[in-house]
């Protein structure tokens, strides 16, 4: 039964949550749609946590994105030990990244009273989902090893039967407890994704890089002449003088 | 010819005494909120002195404005690639201790501390932390300091002088001083617009203010980075940035923004100026000391017919042609030329122009003794104690010319109008000095009177704004609008997370 519950409702409903949320809060909050920065209070001690961790997850994902979408290349690929080796070091790197980031950024959040002032509940929770996620991360990578090539053959299969409306949790059942742990992690953080600052990942500026530097907003139309719709007023004002 | 309309002003430095009546006017109207406690949208610095932030001036640590990258203008704190390469941490963002840490103190201690042999005290609490705090720095920590090798020697415009000139400065008995009161300039060629990664900031297109959306700032800080005058703010308790907003809604309704209002020494000037959008991207290209000279030669004569042609076409009206011909700005910025950009070499072209000031007047030491009584009366330019590169280094990027002509026009109109009011200077030096910058008695008679003895009506010349047009022009039905007037937003400027 709470196989059930984790592995098929929990998914479905953070993903559902995720987003009629992240819209209904774009479409109605956008103020807050960002992560409230912290730069300004605290800046030496944020580069060595903000750097690290946005390198380190944006890789550990990229690696999680690219297993889930080409497993069997994955598989091949691996499949001389030298890349496997390569490939295995590549992730621990970017999860050791993320690790050190994010424990620097936890420290830094309790340590440093001005960040504690801006700090809310739902950043303490988006704080901790993601330290455990990302200790449970490397904690795989280091202890189970081979990850890339069984992340391939047993997480992927269940993660595309989700994606087909066909769950079968067949292939993940035989996974170490740490394992379930961070599938588990991982829709609690879809989950609480839309409520917390991680919505700033929705807004990233690409479109600076194609924009013009300056912008000009009218809040009339250029195109028709001022004064004729009050062209009788302007009249009435000369007369009156 | 893309003529268009620029809210300019004029401070008239000579004029000013000092008081912080319009930073705080400005800071009970707009930034008395949480987050927004350090922001200083109107700020008056002492010069020589670092001013706010903390030698702001300094762009090889904040890296504000544009560089001049041969004829290819690029921001100086990176290309737009870097830029968002560095989203995750900004190098160059100006933190709070180059302000300065917001405080209040604990009064209710003087009323409720128990009876004791101690007088009550009302330690300073930080309005961040809500903890007790050290103060060691306010927004005005040098204020009247000035000459003082403490805080004004690390001034970074005191560069352009010698080691002589500097050791002068600073003998206690030529301390100088003048004040340098600053809002947004309301650039045409904006960096915080250029670096906002959103695109989050714009210039309104009919008046040229330049305004932060608040529903589209996502926090990225950058723009507290690019502007050369730092004032950009972040404000870190909405995780907005927020900046001078020009009054826009006192100006919609025909009233002098707050700072104006208040002016005790009636030194601010409004007015509209007209220019020409095309021939901006050539006057950012020139070198530093034709800066001023092409900044002038964008904004154009509003009696010239072809001008006005040309402004009716991009749908200018009348009446704000009316009020351009009216403007007081264009009188000291283009006619008489007095007033100068500050810092051109930045290049964003501000909109605020400053008359220098034509400090002091009188008095020098003599063998220790403070002597008033100069046989010159008023003492020429030339023995200015405040050299003229200091002056020439804040409002025309270094060319001396400028700044030369405007103070012997200034000093020019004072022996004028002593020679009329008192008579006692003779009237050749008097012709001599007006010959000098080729003035007459006619243009002497109006500068005197547009500086002495304006009206409100003559200092704040706000061309109308037409919103109600603006409304007319975008909207089919305006019937649908009637009777839903508000403005702002429906829900507090607050986040939860």
Redesign the interface.
């Known amino acids: 039964m709470h196989e059930y519950l984790l592995y098929i409702f929990l998914p479905y409903m953070a993903v559902t949550i995720l987003f009629v949320v992240s819209i209904y809060r774009f479409v109605k ?15 030496d001690e ?2 060595y946590g ?2 690290p ?3 380190g997850i944006i890789g550990a994902l990229t690696g999680h994105l690219i297993g889930f979408l080409f497993p069997a290349q994955v598989l091949w690929f691996n499949s001389v030990p030298v890349r496997l080796y390569i490939l295995e070091i590549t992730g621990l790197v970017f999860g050791l990244m993320a690790l050190v980031g994010i424990v620097s950024l936890v420290w830094r959040r309790l340590n440093t ?2 960040i ?3 700090t ?1 509940i ?2 303490l929770v988006v704080l901790f989902l993601l330290l455990a996620q990302i200790f449970l991360g490397v904690y795989t990578a280091l202890f189970y090893r081979w990850g890339s090539s069984w992340y391939a053959a047993s997480a992927v299969p269940y993660l595309r039967s989700l994606f087909t409306f066909q769950p079968d949790l067949a292939t993940i059942a035989p996974l170490p407890i740490v394992v379930k742990l961070h599938i588990v992690g991982a829709f609690l953080i879809l989950l609480v994704f839309p ?3 991680l919505v ?1 990942m929705f ?1 990233i ?5 194609w ?1 013009p ?15 004729q ?2 062209r009788g007023n ?1 009249e009435i ?1 000369k007369n009156a003088k | 010819m893309d003529v268009r309309l620029q809210t300019s002003m004029v401070f008239h430095l000579d004029k000013c005494i000092g008081c912080h009546t319009c930073s705080i006017a400005c800071k009970n109207i707009w930034t008395d909120r949480k987050g927004a406690e350090y922001m200083w949208w109107n700020n008056v610095e002492t010069k020589p002195g670092t001013g706010y932030p903390t030698a702001w001036e300094d762009q090889s640590k904040y890296k504000g404005g544009w560089e001049e990258n041969g004829g290819n203008p690029s921001l100086k704190m990176g290309s ?2 870097s ?2 390469l560095n ?5 160059d ?4 201790d180059d302000y300065y840490e917001p405080w209040t103190y604990e009064y209710e201690k003087l009323f409720d501390a128990p009876e004791g042999s101690d007088q009550p005290t009302a330690r300073p609490i ?1 309005m ?4 007790h705090m050290e103060v060691e720095a306010g927004p005005n920590w040098d204020d009247d300091l000035s000459g003082s090798p403490v805080y004004a020697a690390n001034d970074p415009n005191l560069d352009s002088l010698t080691e002589e000139q500097r050791q002068e400065l600073f003998d206690i008995e030529r301390l100088v001083f003048f004040y340098l009161p600053r809002i947004c300039n309301h650039c045409l ?2 960096s915080c ?2 670096a ?4 989050a ?6 008046d040229g203010i330049v305004l932060i959306n ?8 950058m723009c ?1 980075t690019a502007c050369p005058y730092k004032k950009t703010f ?1 404000n ?5 940035s927020e900046k001078c907003i020009l009054c826009f809604p006192r100006l919609e309704t025909g009233q002098a923004p707050a700072c104006f209002h208040s002016c005790v020494g009636r030194i601010r000037y409004l007015g509209g100026l007209l220019y020409d959008a095309d021939k901006l991207p050539s006057s950012v290209q020139v070198p530093d000391g034709q800066l001023v000279d092409a900044h002038r030669d964008i904004i154009l004569d509003p009696k010239d017919p072809k001008v006005r042609e040309a402004a ?9 042609l009316e009020a351009v011909e009216r403007s007081p700005v264009y009188k000291y910025v283009m006619e008489w030329k007095l007033a100068l950009p500050l810092h051109p070499e930045f290049r964003t072209l501000p909109m605020l122009f400053y008359v220098p000031p034509m400090l002091p007047v009188m008095a020098k030491a003599t063998e220790g003794v403070y002597d008033t009584a100069n046989d010159e009366l008023f003492s020429p330019i030339e023995k200015a104690r405040l050299p003229i590169e200091y002056m020439a280094s804040l409002f025309s990027a270094g060319n001396v010319d400028h700044v030369t002509l405007s103070l012997k026009k200034q000093y020019a109109v004072r022996l004028f109008k002593r020679l009329e009011t008192v008579g006692d200077v003779d009237e050749k030096v008097v012709q001599f000095a007006m010959n000098e910058c080729n003035m007459t008695a006619e243009e002497a008679e109006t500068i005197y009177r547009l500086t002495s003895l304006p009206t409100m009506d003559e200092r704040v010349v706000i061309p109308p704004m ?2 109600e ?2 409304l ?3 909207n089919d039905n305006m019937w649908e609008e009637k009777g839903s007037a508000g403005l702002g ?1 429906r ?1 507090l ?1 607050v ?3």
Not at chain 2, 214 to 221: F, M, P, T, V
Not at chain 2, 236 to 240: C, H, L, P, V, Y
Request: glycine share 6%.
């Open positions: 909050d956008r103020f807050s749609y960002s992560s409230l920065s912290s730069q300004f209070l605290e800046s944020l580069f903000s750097v961790w946005h390198i009273p001005k504690w002032a801006v809310s739902m950043d409520f917390s600052r700033h807004s500026p690409i479109s600076y890089l924009r530097f300056q912008i000009v907003k009218w809040n009339w139309d250029r195109k028709t002449i001022r004064g719709y009050t302007t004002a | 737009k690639n830029r968002l989203i995750f941490h900004n190098p963002l100006p933190k709070l930080s961040i932390t809500g903890k060629n904006p617009v250029a906002c990664p959103s695109g900031i714009y210039k309104r297109g009919e608040q529903d589209k700032c996502r926090a990225w800080r507290v972040y870190w308790s909405t995780g907005k009716r076409k991009n749908g200018i009206d009348d009446r704000t037409h919103r047009e603006a007319q022009m975008l937003k829900q400027p986040r939860g997370n």
